[in-house]
T-cell receptor, first 114, second 111 residues
Framework: AQSVTQPDIHITVSEGASLELRCNYS??????LFWYVQSPGQGLQLLLK??????LVQGIKGFEAEFKRSQSSFNLRKPSVHWSDAAEYFC????????????FGPGTRLSVLP | DTEVTQTPKHLVMGMTNKKSLKCEQH?????MYWYKQKAKKPPELMFV???????INESVPSRFSPECPNSSLLNLHLHALQPEDSALYLC??????????FGQGTRLTVV
């Protein structure tokens, strides 16, 4: 069965610093890959997605992610973090049933220091 | 319009009650989903409807009963729930083979 790991449970960065959140997946083929962000008590907002093609994808709010097939990774990056980026970040893969079976990683909580 | 609307936002129900959660989207998406999310955990898939037919049921207890009356609406009927069913219930929709858009969720408390 497919699985998603996010090795970092909690990351703290200073405002203005760069950010990288790690995501690794386990699946035989190339799945569809996503990053979502969730503020406390809220729904999930899509940051970016990868289906095929260019392995560096740009998303909203200045985020980008790079798909590396050899490492089964899809890490999320941002060059300069803002205090409003503090939230929970979920990596997700969609496999099977025409991409409808979304599986989420455990999440990484991001704290931002002023 | 990229909005998925869920009602109610909060729901408190007793273990003998029957209630329903509602979800609506007008993006023309043909896949709709129910997820359950416990505190500090990722969302867990419960059900998927594709073209108004149930396509995935992740071994969810029968006290949860999904319904898709038409391509824009998705309901989750609740009956005889347990306190451990208290959670944030998220609805999502997507085009088949595309990213999912999530609603803001219904915070359910079972007392």
């Amino acid at each position: 069965a497919q699985s998603v790991t996010q090795p970092d449970i909690h990351i703290t960065v200073s405002e203005g610093a760069s950010l990288e959140l790690r995501c690794n997946y386990s699946y035989g083929a190339t799945p569809y890959l996503f990053w979502y962000v969730q503020s406390p008590g809220q729904g999930l907002q899509l940051l970016l997605k990868y289906f095929s093609g260019d392995t560096l994808v740009q998303g909203i709010k200045g985020f980008e992610a790079e798909f590396k097939r050899s490492q089964s990774s899809f890490n999320l990056r941002k060059p300069s973090v803002h205090w409003s980026d503090a939230a929970e970040y979920f990596c997700a893969v969609a496999v099977d049933n025409y991409g409808q079976n979304f599986v989420f990683g455990p999440g990484t909580r991001l704290s931002v220091l002023p | 319009d990229t909005e998925v609307t869920q009602t109610p936002k909060h729901l408190v129900m007793g273990m003998t009650n029957k209630k329903s959660l509602k979800c609506e989207q007008h993006m023309g998406h043909r896949a709709m989903y129910w997820y359950k999310q416990k505190a500090k955990k990722p969302p867990e898939l419960m059900f998927v409807y594709s073209y108004e037919k149930l396509s995935i049921n992740e071994s969810v207890p029968s006290r949860f009963s999904p319904e898709c009356p038409n391509s824009s609406l998705l309901n989750l009927h609740l009956h005889a729930l347990q306190p451990e069913d208290s959670a944030l219930y998220l609805c999502a929709s997507s085009q088949v083979d595309r990213e999912a858009f999530f609603g803001q969720g219904t915070r359910l408390t079972v007392v």
